[in-house]
């Protein structure tokens, strides 16, 4: 298998990228292509022993940053690490391409101007994946279609089982919708039009469910628009953090507590490691002609190997053709016209 | 003042109502009139020392519970304390009315059957207020309207704005809307509309924040539909439950953090305090004549006196003149008819 790796998409880059795609190359046996700006490639991997690994790079003259418009770099930057990474994907070249970049860029040059959608899918979406109890959920759309339409939910809800179940493992995968209720009837006006739709096919659909939920967790796959989504992804992430600032200042504001941290110490650093999302990575774009994984920009070398590790199962459950395939049932359903 | 308090409100009626009520009664000086079943107020009554206190009671026959459907409890059960405490403000005979009761039913009947909406409200708003790093941070709508209308959340901002400046005692608020991403531009159709709206009225209106920025806290009210509202508010209080429970599991997993974690009780003691809601108690239902303060089902006696105290405040404040008045500035708005 060979997995292009994007050298210039970390904040720190290319230093996490190149050193995660190292140790992915030795510890799962992939090869893998760096593509970015050659000299500073080359620069990081000499600091590493590479012997025995299929390490390749390529060069791509342009680099995007966190503030370019994704709409911009499409025209502006066609040389950039992201373009020229997944024109090998398209090209048959590489079997997935990984990346820590900006999101909207990635978004934008997939499904605009190399990859493009899977035939019959109509929006892509951002995915984010994290473990919940030890269990990887998948939830999407996380930002891509801030304004959606209950049939592309529908789609959502599809793309999110089959990877849940031919990347992530998960027999039958438990399909939910996030909404302010459980109730038949809760909800807005999209929710409860998506029920109705899911209620239709041949998932493993369980109706509503309510953040708390989540966190049983009751679902393997969580469907919502991108708007909510990315809402509900950093109000998660705010709220992890908050409450993690208040116990260290209370924990530092008295001698007693100070020693109690010290002597709490490898809890708290069990405790990050269980609601840490490294340990995932990267999470798929859905619904593009190829395997395409974006992980955080602040990522380091741990992350980075295992948003690779996720392009590797990705591309092991033959994800885009099943998808391709998972689609095909709304074909004959008159309302996915 | 005199303030009305739903005896029948919270999960375990009418003993933490009564005692909250006791307590308010107590530390505020204000009179109280406990509406619900007279027997059990009295039994309740008399497990405390109230003299000097004015403390009144009023029967009410019928009692709604969590499971009672709005729409049905208004002509069911005509005679619940809710509806005979909310016709005492409507008649003049309180300034307030509190709950810990049916958030549907509060709605229902405050808005449909009794106080009725202050001429010109679209539609009245659920609010929460929290305590955002000391200070109270308003949020609203968090979930009476899951299809909401620009004009509506236009509406929210100048009530909540007014709250805040009149009963919170927040000076110019800073109001902003709750969006996945700060940039102009960001944001579904429904936000990026708003803005507009607000940026166009006499509001200290700064534009869309995100989960994270609440947190610092950048802004004093938070304006979002009410679909968005109740998914952020319950996902924020998902994530700190979780947290809160990976981090007892992993103290106990092991006999060190053990110790460590009872050395640390003092600053867990003060972080819980720190974002406990039951210090705010309750929230209002904006938008309606008169003042009405929703809690918690799960509220104890401690919060159920700072929800009182929160209706003292918006009686205090003249809320519900004040919100009339400040709604007067869209009827020169063509935007607004």
Do not use: C
Request: hydrophobic share 40%; net charge neutral; proline share 4%.
């Amino acid at each position: 298998m060979r997995i292009v790796v994007d050298a210039m998409g970390s904040d720190k880059r290319p230093l996490p990228d190149v050193e995660g795609a190292i140790l992915a190359a030795r510890e799962y046996g992939v090869a893998i292509i760096l593509v970015g700006d050659k000299p500073r490639i080359r620069q990081a991997i000499n600091q590493h022993d590479t012997a025995g690994l299929t390490i390749e790079t390529r060069h791509a003259p342009e680099e995007i940053v966190m503030s370019d418009k994704p709409s911009h770099v499409m025209k502006s930057k066609p040389q950039s690490s992201m373009h020229i990474g997944m024109m090998m994907v398209k090209n048959g070249e590489a079997d997935a391409f990984v990346t820590m970049g900006n999101t909207g860029a990635v978004h934008a040059i997939a499904t605009l101007s190399t990859l493009r959608r899977i035939a019959g899918v109509k929006r892509p979406a951002l995915t984010a994946i994290y473990p919940v109890r030890g269990q990887e959920t998948i939830f999407l759309d996380v930002g891509a279609n801030a304004d959606s339409r209950a049939d592309w939910l529908e789609q959502f809800a599809i793309m999110g089982s089959v990877y849940a179940e031919r990347a992530l493992g998960r027999h039958k995968p438990r399909v939910a919708t996030l909404s302010n209720g459980e109730e038949e009837g809760k909800g807005n006006q999209l929710v409860r039009e998506v029920q109705e739709r899911l209620h239709a096919l041949t998932l493993n659909y369980i109706g509503h469910i309510e953040p708390k939920e989540i966190l049983e967790p009751r679902a393997d796959v969580i469907v919502m628009d991108g708007f909510v989504g990315n809402i509900f992804i950093k109000t998660f992430e705010a709220a992890i953090v908050y409450l993690g600032d208040v116990i260290r200042e209370e924990i530092r504001a008295n001698p007693v507590s100070t020693v109690g941290g010290v002597l709490s110490r490898g809890a708290f650093r069990r405790v990050r490691s269980r609601i840490d999302t490294r340990g995932v990575g990267g999470a798929p774009l859905l619904g593009v002609n190829g395997v395409v994984i974006k992980g955080h920009g602040s990522s380091d070398s741990f992350a980075v190997k295992n948003a690779i590790h996720q392009a590797i199962r990705a591309v092991q459950g033959n994800t885009v053709e099943e998808i391709r395939r998972g689609l095909e049932q709304l074909k004959t359903d008159p309302q996915g016209a």
